[in-house]
T-cell receptor
């Protein structure tokens, strides 16, 4: 009963480095998304997916890349990290378009120096 | 465009006081969903309630209650007899139908501090 699993939970990068935040769910959910949380700004949508092979941009997609090759996994890639990407990242998943519970992962705290 | 406003940045109360967290939203959609989430100091997001725009009935769950008023575009959250464990940041959020609840628009949150 893992739910939504995010790895790593903490990461420190240097400006210009690349990395991938992993998100996996074991509930066969079609819908998945990534949010970032910054102080005083709530959560903002980065990218989302409505199924394997289908992704779309959210409110703040610049600097991030996603792909959805399987139903279970939805990785978030930072190609060239910048200090402005220092944030807490949350992955979420849902079963269907208007049904089920929205599950969030525990979050990944990223610091870019 | 959709927008959620939580005007109260921080609220401090003493244990056993009642407290209401305000949420005002903007949307051009006639059908939508509203949510409340709790984020305790440990950082995870805890689901509290989901309400669709078809249902304007108020809801009560233990010490928690929600007042949904379409006429004023508000979805306020009241904690009765607050406890120290209620200390957290509370987020209100909004999304359209048929999005798998994935395109949430969050408010900036209200930090609630309950002191003994």
């Amino acid at each position: 009963n893992a739910g939504v699993t995010q790895t790593p939970k903490f990461q420190v990068l240097k400006t210009g480095q690349s990395m991938t935040l992993q998100c996996a769910q074991d509930m066969n959910h079609e819908y998945m998304s990534w949010y970032r949380q910054d102080p005083g700004m709530g959560l903002r949508l980065i990218h989302y997916s409505v199924g394997a092979g289908i992704t779309d941009q959210g409110e703040v997609p610049n600097g991030y890349n996603v792909s959805r090759s399987t139903t279970e996994d939805f990785p978030l890639r930072l190609l060239s990290a910048a200090p402005s990407q220092t944030s807490v990242y949350f992955c979420a998943s849902t079963e269907g378009p208007n049904t089920g519970e929205l599950f969030f992962g525990e979050g990944s705290r990223l610091t870019v120096l | 465009a959709q927008k959620v406003t939580q005007a109260q940045t921080e609220i401090s109360v003493v244990e056993k006081e009642d407290v209401t967290l305000d949420c005002v939203y903007e949307t051009r959609d006639t059908t939508y969903y509203l949510f409340w989430y709790k984020q305790p100091p440990s950082g995870e997001l805890v689901f509290l309630i989901r309400r669709n725009s078809f249902d304007e009935q108020n809801e009560i769950s233990g010490r928690y209650s929600w007042n949904f008023q379409k006429s004023t575009s508000s979805f306020n959250f009241t904690i009765t007899a607050s406890q120290v464990v209620d200390s957290a940041v509370y987020f209100c959020a909004l999304t359209r139908l048929n999005t798998g609840f994935q395109k949430l628009v969050f408010g900036t949150g209200t930090r609630l501090l309950v002191s003994p």
